[in-house]
């Protein structure tokens, strides 16, 4: 499940930095399941450049949640 929160994250960072269109139905999907999992994250920075605060703001929500993630089912496995 982290996974593929990162991943719905990483891939809103690429489509912000790619400059995709937000009239698209699937790029405002992503965007809004990113919005919501980087909700506590996604204005955490107040770099200058736009596209630093996309990156820095989603990408530690992306971080968090595979550390967490990962951490959660690492401990699982060895009991």
Known sequence: MADIMALILGLW?????LDANP????????????RWLAGWSHDL????????RVVCGYGLAAVVYLFIGHAIASRAHRH
Not at 13 to 17: A, F, G
Not at 23 to 34: C, K, L, P, T, Y
């Open 13 to 17: 960072i690429l489509m912000y930095l």
């Open 23 to 34: 009239g698209n139905s699937f790029v405002q999907f992503i965007h809004d399941a990113a």
């Open 45 to 52: 920075f107040t770099f200058d450049e736009a596209w630093a």
